[in-house]
C-alpha cells in the first residue's frame, strides 16, 4: 500500500455526468463504491468536494454577482455535493462524516483537524465541504489547506483525465503523458494542474500531489497499491 492517509480531490462538475448540471447518481454511486474499497483496505480517506456542477462562484460574477456572495454560494453547493456522498455511502453501509468549513449545523459539523483524526479511528470517512471558509479562495486551495493540515500522505486529484500532459489531450492529439514531473517543471512549463494558491502551497510545503482518471471504475484502488496509472508531482 503506497498511501495511508489521502486527500481526494474531486470535482463537483464530473459529479454531473453527460448532463453537465446536477448530480448524476450513476457516478456518485461509482465514486462511493470506490472510495469503499480503499477504506476497507484500511486507508484513511478525507475528501473535498467542488460545487461546479450546482454553482460556481466566479461564474456568479460573469452573471452579475457580488463576488463575495458568489463565492458563498459556490462554498453551499460544495455542502449539497457533500451530502449527496454522505447519503451515498451510508446506503452502501459505510460510515462517513460530513465537516463544513462554517457553521452550518444540522447539516453538517464544524471542521477541525482532531474531528477528522476522530472520524479516522472510527474507520469513518471525513467529508470537508465549503472550501477554506472564505471568498477568493478555490476548492483546491481548501484541497491543499486539508492535505497539509490532517497530514495526508498525498493530494489525489481525480478527474476525468489520466494525468498531465504536455498540452490539453482533449485538444491536442499529439500530447503526451507525465508519469512523474517535478513542481518547478510544472510552473516552468506552464501546465494548469491546480489553481496556483493551491499548486505554490503543496510545493511549499512538499505535498505530492496525484492526479489520475477518477471516472474508470477501479482506478483509486490502483493508486493506493502503487500503480502508475497517472502523474506524480514532487519536489
Same mark, same amino acid.
Given at each position: 500500500?503506497?498511501?495511508? !492517509?489521502?486527500?481526494?480531490?474531486?470535482?463537483?462538475?464530473?459529479?454531473?455526468?453527460?448532463?453537465?448540471?446536477?448530480?448524476?447518481?450513476?457516478?456518485?454511486?461509482?465514486?462511493?463504491?470506490?472510495?469503499?474499497?480503499?477504506?476497507?483496505?484500511?486507508?484513511? &480517506?478525507?475528501? &473535498?468536494?467542488?460545487?461546479?456542477?450546482?454553482?460556481?462562484?466566479?461564474?456568479?460574477?460573469?452573471?452579475?454577482?457580488?463576488?463575495?456572495?458568489?463565492?458563498?454560494?459556490?462554498?453551499?453547493?460544495?455542502?449539497?455535493?457533500?451530502?449527496?456522498?454522505?447519503?451515498?455511502?451510508?446506503?452502501?453501509?459505510?460510515?462517513? !462524516?460530513? #465537516?463544513?468549513?462554517?457553521?452550518?449545523?444540522?447539516?453538517?459539523?464544524?471542521?477541525?483537524?482532531?474531528?477528522?483524526?476522530?472520524? #479516522?479511528?472510527?474507520?469513518?470517512?471525513?467529508?470537508?465541504?465549503?472550501?477554506?471558509?472564505?471568498?477568493?479562495?478555490?476548492?483546491?486551495?481548501?484541497?491543499?489547506? !486539508?492535505?497539509?493540515?490532517?497530514?495526508?500522505?498525498?493530494?489525489?486529484?481525480?478527474?476525468?483525465?489520466?494525468? &498531465?500532459?504536455?498540452?490539453?489531450?482533449?485538444?491536442?492529439?499529439?500530447?503526451?503523458?507525465?508519469?512523474?514531473?517535478? #513542481?518547478?517543471?510544472?510552473?516552468?512549463?506552464?501546465?494548469?494542474?491546480?489553481?496556483?494558491?493551491? #499548486?505554490?502551497?503543496?510545493?511549499?510545503?512538499?505535498?505530492?500531489?496525484?492526479?489520475?482518471?477518477?471516472?474508470?471504475?477501479?482506478?483509486? !484502488?490502483?493508486?493506493?497499491?502503487?500503480?502508475?496509472?497517472?502523474?506524480?508531482?514532487?519536489?
Amino acid at each position: 500500500m503506497k498511501y495511508k !492517509r489521502i486527500l481526494l480531490k474531486l470535482s463537483g462538475q464530473s459529479l454531473a455526468g453527460e448532463k453537465g448540471t446536477g448530480i448524476d447518481t450513476k457516478i456518485l454511486n461509482e465514486y462511493v463504491s470506490q472510495i469503499k474499497e480503499i477504506a476497507e483496505q484500511g486507508v484513511e &480517506v478525507a475528501i &473535498v468536494i467542488g460545487g461546479g456542477n450546482i454553482f460556481r462562484g466566479l461564474g456568479g460574477v460573469e452573471l452579475g454577482f457580488d463576488r463575495v456572495k458568489g463565492d458563498y454560494m459556490g462554498m453551499l453547493a460544495t455542502i449539497i455535493n457533500g451530502l449527496a456522498l454522505e447519503s451515498a455511502f451510508e446506503s452502501i453501509k459505510q460510515d462517513a !462524516r460530513l #465537516f463544513t468549513a462554517f457553521s452550518t449545523e444540522p447539516a453538517g459539523e464544524r471542521y477541525s483537524k482532531q474531528k477528522v483524526f476522530d472520524a #479516522f479511528k472510527n474507520k469513518q470517512i471525513a467529508i470537508l465541504t465549503g472550501g477554506t471558509g472564505n471568498p477568493y479562495f478555490s476548492t483546491d486551495s481548501g484541497a491543499a489547506l !486539508r492535505a497539509l493540515e490532517i497530514e495526508a500522505d498525498a493530494l489525489l486529484k481525480g478527474t476525468r483525465v489520466d494525468g &498531465v500532459y504536455t498540452a490539453d489531450p482533449e485538444k491536442d492529439p499529439n500530447a503526451t503523458k507525465f508519469k512523474s514531473i517535478t #513542481f518547478d517543471e510544472v510552473i516552468d512549463k506552464e501546465l494548469k494542474v491546480m489553481d496556483f494558491t493551491a #499548486f505554490t502551497m503543496c510545493r511549499e510545503n512538499n505535498m505530492p500531489i496525484y492526479v489520475f482518471d477518477m471516472d474508470t471504475k477501479g482506478n483509486l !484502488r490502483k493508486v493506493i497499491d502503487g500503480e502508475e496509472i497517472g502523474t506524480l508531482i514532487h519536489e
